[in-house]
């Protein structure tokens, strides 16, 4: 079991047999998936240009906050393909989608590459006012 987090929000990589994971924690949806996409591109070891950030929209559907949340970070992967990488996120539920407003700068760099975001054990779980998951990255 983990242990509590030190801070309201944050995230920590763990340590996995074969993939990547990343132990992601909040106070409320919106923080939780800024925390989850910013330990994401942290893990990848992502260096953007310094250059004004251009908007992006992507909107996601999922029936849960875990296929959400997968549906997000899958997206943002695609950003990245295409050497967009999002600096900041303006995240809004409504109730089976999410829109997004990214502002993204060019990639300059990453240093490993996330094939795919997985279901593998992903459950959004509310402790102690704070919500938190363990996320599985496949590289």
């Known amino acids: 079991m983990a242990s ?7 995230f920590e990589e763990i340590e996995h047999t074969a993939d990547w994971s990343l132990r992601v924690w909040a ?3 919106p ?3 800024k925390q989850a ?9 992502i260096e953007a240009l310094d250059v004004p950030a251009v908007l992006s929209d992507l909107t996601v559907e999922g029936d849960d906050p875990e296929t959400l949340l997968v549906a997000f970070l899958t997206e943002i992967l695609f950003l990245l393909e295409k050497g967009k990488v999002p600096r900041s996120f303006h995240l809004k539920f409504e ?7 990214l502002e993204c ?3 300059k760099s990453l240093a490993k590459e996330i094939k ?6 992903l459950s959004i779980q509310k402790q102690n ?3 938190e998951a363990t996320i599985t990255f496949d590289v």
């Open 4 to 10: 509590e987090p030190k801070t309201l929000m944050g």
């Open 27 to 29: 106070p409320d949806l």
């Open 31 to 33: 923080a939780f998936f």
């Open 37 to 45: 996409a910013t330990g994401m591109l942290h893990l990848m070891g």
């Open 95 to 101: 109730g089976t989608k999410l829109k997004a407003q």
């Open 105 to 107: 700068v060019p990639l």
């Open 116 to 121: 795919a975001v997985t279901f593998h054990n």
């Open 129 to 131: 006012g704070v919500l």
